[in-house]
């Protein structure tokens, strides 16, 4: 098929799509190359069709094909995908751009380059000057692609492009990089995305292209609502393309309630997704409220707010999407909206997908958007709501948490750098509530390091274990550790400042295989990029040795999540071991991007690491950047997972972060083999606090009575101790009686 829509024939096509139900993702040009047609593209050297494969001819240098999305599309968001069979060196996707600057015919290329290069093994994006010459590249990839055969694609997104190259099956990922516009300013001098795209190649390369797809992402424009339907004893307006049978809607189109529903509300669907599913509310008209997306094709769910018809992307997630029936429910709770997509077939115990404060909102109509799949068993009700203590993010002020459960107290390290005082201590009854207490590192004149980061501690043995990170006399970076015998330090050096390796590495988090009964580090080390490390080591009376030959790399930067404008970026690896299994989290991306939280699994503590097929678990939004750096804690009274990470201050300003948790849960993963690691934030708005079943039940006895009360007024200790605190307003006192009294008489 020599292409799916002419050019001529776009606005015709157009008009047409806007009768039916118009599909976001709109197919422009395809190309498989089975016939010598070429009338679309402009060209810049010699290009043949030949053998269904659209090759270079003869020449020197660099041959460029461009294309134009049509001017009817100009503003929309889109994706190239191309095929690049038996490449040898260099070739790949160009992206137009636009600047103040940007003026004039270029002379090769105005914006950014997506390509393959060297011997073919390297994957990189570089970028065009002001005039169109080439600048150089922004991130490479060495070594990377093991085959002669791969794909392309290229997605542009408001002011962000995402470059991967897969295997043609799309199963096997070589490279990917996420770049927002601006993030390197040495080499990128553009403001905008234009749809001016093109193919490169070099000569040289014995390669060819195939399967040209260019992909636009249209606004979805709700089509003429002229049918009633009656859905489970809700009046709905619907399009032609929807029909009822036997108790549920299919077909194509949308349908929105003929009232609005109530303020707050809690509705809940069944639905079996296919392509492009919507879930509308708060709708004031067609063209003004939210909806919730579950996008079976690219395995994505997204929360939008519709302005003018103009859809504003607030958050967007990677997720399964199987085979069969769903529930999605849309809680509203004064301004609050909550939404999930039971993607694990969790039933009520599924994590929600998206929670976020509404502004402006004043209720409105409700609907679905279908594309293939159906709807059924609507039923809406009044909200739930939260019952029960709660708290909101951020709980914390620090950069880097690690946090330490010792003896019912939680204990948050951080850097303070006031004189020589360096890292502090917070103390917490609850993982919610925190206190500052007093620095436990300090500084002499003895120190010869600067630039001090990342406290990690670790119990073991009777022995508090202070890891961190500083720079020596030369600059570089390298682990230190010192120790105390009180989680309240003083830390101290025990054998001198001497670095745990002579080689640049930060991180330092150690982790104890109950399993084994041994003990691991994580390392962060530097090559093209942050690779992470685990090596097994000893800790013997407060002194630290490496285990020789354990020392292995189990995670380096390869997919989009984690390479950015930046650099390739993998880091803070955390483990916990579940079902036999080695999870290992870490954060992905530049911390002054919008890195996030993903995570790897293993059989194996020392690898290898499988990355989870739709990493990132916890990523930015709209309201919440930066998210990542994370570790595990449980709650006080051990029933519950929980997650602390740290956020930006504000999206975008990354000089102060803020400590946040969120709840974490294994799921069985319904196509089998290891659970799945699922994350319930990150949050922005109220939250159930973590579980603690001993708060006011001192003695552990399964009953609270006045013993735990005169226990706490006899026995609480001189130091601060979580257990004691149980009105958790971080002091011990008379009060903390009191408030089990209160308990025992409601």
Known sequence: MKKLIEYLFVTALLALMFISANAKEVVVYENDFSFDYLDEFTSNGSWVVSDGVLKTGTGTGTAYLYYDIPDVYDGCNYRVDVDFIGHTSTGGISIGAAGDTVTGTPSLFHGFDCFTGGNGKKAALGCYKADGSWSGNIVVGSDIITASDIHFSVEVYDNELTFTVTSLDGKTTYYGVTYTLGTNTTRDIYSAFTGNIALRKFYTDKGAFDNLKVTVYEED??????????????????????????????????????????????????????????????????????????????????????????????????????????????????????????????????????????????????????????????????????????????????????????????????????????????????????????????????????????????????????????????????????????????????????????VSEIGGHPYYDADSGKIYISYVRFDNGNHIYLEEITLNDGVF???????????????????????????????????????????????????????????NILGPYTKYEYNEILTSNKHIDGVGDGIFVQSPDGTELWMVYHQHETPGKYSSRYTCIDQVKFVADPEGGPDILTVNGPSTTPQIKPSNIYRYDINRSGIISLYDAMKVLRDKPSTYSGIYDTDCNNRLDEYDAMAIIDELVK
């Open 221 to 502: 424009e709700l089509p003429s609502l002229g049918k009633t339907v009656d859905l489970d004893g809700f009046g709905f307006k619907s399009s032609n393309g929807l029909k009822l049978s036997s108790g549920a809607v299919s077909g194509s189109g949308a349908m929105l309630t003929q009232s609005a529903l109530a303020d707050n509300f809690k509705a809940s669907l069944t639905l079996t997704p296919e392509n492009n599913s919507k879930v509308f509310f708060g709708m004031k008209d067609n063209n003004n409220g939210y909806a919730f997306e579950i996008n079976r094709t690219r395995e994505t769910v997204a929360f939008y707010q519709i302005t003018n018809g103009e859809y504003i992307r607030l958050g967007v997630k990677n997720a399964p999407v199987y085979d069969g029936e769903h529930t999605v429910t849309v809680e509203v709770t004064d301004s609050v909206a909550t939404v999930t997509f039971d993607a694990f077939f969790e039933g009520e115990d599924a994590f929600k997908s998206f929670d976020f404060k509404l502004t402006d909102y004043a209720g409105g109509k409700f609907g679905v958007w279908l594309e293939g799949g159906n709807v059924k068993n609507l039923s809406v009700t009044e909200t739930d709501g939260i019952t029960g203590e709660t708290y909101t993010n951020p709980v914390a002020w620090g950069a880097d948490p690690d946090v330490l459960f010792y003896d019912g107290t939680y204990y948050l390290y951080n850097r303070i750098h006031s004189g020589n005082d360096i890292f502090r201590v917070y103390t917490s009854p609850d993982l919610v509530r925190w206190t500052a207490r007093s620095a436990v590192f300090s500084i002499d004149d003895s120190f010869t390091t600067t630039g001090y980061m990342s406290p990690n501690v670790f119990y073991h043995d009777g022995i508090f274990y202070l890891f961190y990170a500083a720079k020596n006399t030369d600059g570089k970076n390298r682990l230190f550790y010192a120790t105390s015998d009180s989680p309240y330090g003083p830390f101290t050096h025990k054998n001198g400042q001497t670095a745990l390796h002579d």
């Open 545 to 603: 040795a490496v285990v020789p030959g354990t020392l292995t790399k189990v995670i380096s930067p390869t997919h989009e999540y984690e390479i950015d404008g930046y650099g390739h970026i993998s880091e803070g690896g955390v483990l916990y071991k579940h079902n036999g299994y080695y999870y290992m989290i870490y954060a992905a991306g530049h911390y002054q991007g919008h890195y996030g939280e993903a995570y790897a699994v293993a059989e």
